[in-house]
């Protein structure tokens, strides 16, 4: 059965934080499913978020919701498992709305998950994600 994937022992790491303003625009918002509150970069030329995960999971999708002018053209899915080195899983190309945009991803069991947006539509690179959303299974 499908499930969301990010629990509270899920650790998450983002590149920046607009202003350093954890409270406001921190890491934590990306997962909190509060239409109200968003992960807010800091400008540069790629931001990312990774994650560790408790236990090995095998993820299928992946769901993204941009702020409409602050997404990324080009974004790019790296795991990994067993502290092995981060490769590649999937490239994908979000569409610049404030929709709620799902991909698929090709089957595959990590225990670490990063996710790099490059080619930002906001001049000065920042990216603004309200939900983030990692959908499979834990393996068994």
């Known amino acids: 059965m499908t499930q969301s994937l990010v629990c509270p022992d899920t650790v998450s790491r983002v590149s920046s934080v607009l ?3 954890s409270r406001q625009f921190g890491k934590k918002h990306l997962f909190d499913q509060d239409e109200e ?3 807010n970069s800091d400008q540069g030329p790629s931001q990312w978020v990774s ?3 408790p236990q090995c999971v095998q993820i299928t999708q992946l769901q993204v919701q941009f702020q409409g002018g ?3 053209r080009h974004s790019c899915l ?3 498992r067993g502290g092995e080195a981060l490769s590649k899983i999937v490239d ?3 569409e610049d709305t404030n929709a709620l945009q799902t991909f698929s991803i090709p089957t595959m069991e990590v225990d670490r998950l990063k996710l790099t947006f490059e080619d930002t539509t906001d001049f000065f690179g920042r990216v603004v994600i309200y939900h983030l959303r990692v959908l499979g299974e834990k393996a068994g």
Do not use: A, V
Request: aromatic letters at 28%; one cysteine or more; glycine letters at 6%.
């Open 19 to 21: 202003n350093r303003n």
């Open 37 to 39: 509150t968003c992960w």
């Open 51 to 53: 994650l560790e995960f």
């Open 70 to 72: 602050f997404s990324s």
């Open 78 to 80: 790296e795991g990994s």
């Open 92 to 94: 994908f190309y979000p």
